[in-house]
């Protein structure tokens, strides 16, 4: 995959592909059309590279799920072309995360997982020296507010969590769960009923087993990371319910 020669020119760019709301606006972009892929014709391979200042991020994206390379290098005062191997770059192992380049803020990378999970979309906040810090899973497409410091991070989002029980089985006991786990008050509690219910109608040969599937809850949250540590809170907003896929 490192071997392969771009077959066009560089198409460089002020605003790169990761200039989401929140993020910071790219130094530059470079985006190198790679050989198409006979097996895959439809497919349009590209090795892209995101310059900020200090780091570059580089992804190669072969046209199936998920990148098929995400790294980050080192940047001198000059940007480096976009080649196969930069100088000093961290690769990131598919074992550690599986998905796309989102945006940077600060020293901090985003990256988005290949799929959505659970009605949310997994993501993971990188160190610009390619250390993975911490990740989540937020739902819709990006961040209420994403603040960055020297050291320390700030986001806001709609978190999606995984609940440890059924919110139709046992509503008050599952709630207390919940609560303990995520600091919501008591008095958010949703409505699951009518989630259960259509899965019910759905599901007619499994409607026995629906009330005991894990609920999936989203609710407005402030993720903060500072001095290695990563620490998690509600915020006023709704708290809404769902089964897992």
Not at 12 to 39: E, W, Y
Not at 171 to 190: D, M
Not at 197 to 209: D, L
Request: net charge positive.
């Amino acid at each position: 995959m490192n071997g392969l020669k771009c077959c066009a020119m560089a198409l460089l760019a002020a605003v790169g592909p990761a200039n989401a709301s929140g993020f910071d606006k790219p130094v530059q972009t470079q985006v190198i059309k790679l050989p198409a892929d006979p097996d895959n014709p439809s497919a349009k391979p590209t090795r892209t590279c995101t310059y900020y200042p200090g780091f570059v991020v580089k992804q190669i994206d072969l046209g199936e799920v998920g990148a098929s390379e995400l790294s980050i290098a080192p940047m001198a005062a000059q940007p480096p072309k976009c080649t196969a191997k930069l100088a000093g770059e961290t690769v990131i192992s598919s074992e550690v995360w599986s998905g796309y380049f989102k945006g940077a803020k600060g020293d901090f990378v985003f990256f988005d997982g290949d799929d959505g999970w659970n009605g949310g979309m997994p993501f993971a906040v990188f160190s610009k020296a390619g250390k993975k810090l911490f990740d989540d899973v937020r739902k819709g497409d990006g961040y209420a507010a994403i603040e960055a410091g020297k050291d320390n991070l700030t986001i806001r989002y709609t978190r999606v969590w995984p609940s440890p029980c059924s919110l139709m089985a046992d509503a008050e006991g599952c709630w207390k769960k919940i609560v303990a786990a995520t600091s919501l008050s008591q008095a958010k509690r949703p409505d699951c009923t009518a989630a259960y219910r259509k899965e019910m109608a759905r599901t007619p040969k499994f409607a026995k087993q629906v009330p005991d599937l894990h609920t999936v809850i989203s609710y407005e949250a402030e993720a903060r990371y500072a001095n290695g540590k990563l620490t998690i809170a509600p915020r006023t907003g709704p708290v809404e319910c769902w089964l897992p896929d």
